[in-house]
């Protein structure tokens, strides 16, 4: 078990290094930084709140969790880092931080997009899903609060490009589904 959590926590490591350091080849535009402190802090918060907790060195809120319930979350876990990286890829120059404003913006509509309209937001809470079901259910305050953020930088996200563009993303937007395909 305690293999287990420290081989999701490198991959973590591994996948925020990634998304961190890929932020320098994308278009030029407006971050929104200074907006969300608070949520940032909360993160920080709650990720040092599940330290404390002893999350990561393999102790689990499920009582002797079964292999088949870490082969699970281990399964939903490298599955959604792997939608989140494809989208990322897929998006190119116009992936940006939730609520960035891109110069010269592009919609994309295929790819992981032609089912979902924010897979990277699905890809990264599945991951965290995953990382519960495989680790610990602490993961899930995470999850929830991820979850809570990336609804509402999808909403707000949409909003500004139903008003970037007009015609294209309102039909995009009725034939495919926000966060999970063929449900929501």
Do not use: C
Request: a positive charge.
């Amino acid at each position: 078990m305690a293999a287990v959590a420290i081989a999701i926590l490198v991959i973590w490591i591994g996948f925020w290094t990634y998304w961190l350091a890929g932020s320098a080849r994308v278009k030029r535009g407006q971050q929104r930084w200074g907006q969300f402190v608070g949520f940032r802090v909360a993160i920080i918060l709650i990720v040092l709140l599940l330290l404390r907790l002893k999350v990561f060195k393999g102790q689990n809120a499920f009582a002797h969790n079964p292999w088949w319930l870490i082969g699970i979350g281990l399964a939903v876990f490298l599955l959604g880092l792997a939608l989140a990286v494809w989208a990322k890829v897929y998006l190119g120059g116009n992936w940006g931080y939730p609520m960035a404003r891109k110069d010269n913006p592009e919609l994309v509509t295929t790819g992981p997009y032609r089912k979902v309209r924010h897979p990277i937001y699905t890809g990264i809470i599945l991951g965290m899903v995953g990382t519960a079901l495989a680790v610990s259910l602490y993961w899930l305050i995470v999850a929830a609060v991820f979850g809570a953020y990336f609804l509402y930088s999808a909403v707000m996200e949409e909003r500004y490009m139903s008003g970037l563009f007009p015609d294209a993303y309102p039909p995009y937007k009725h034939s495919t589904k926000m966060l999970v395909p063929f449900v929501l």
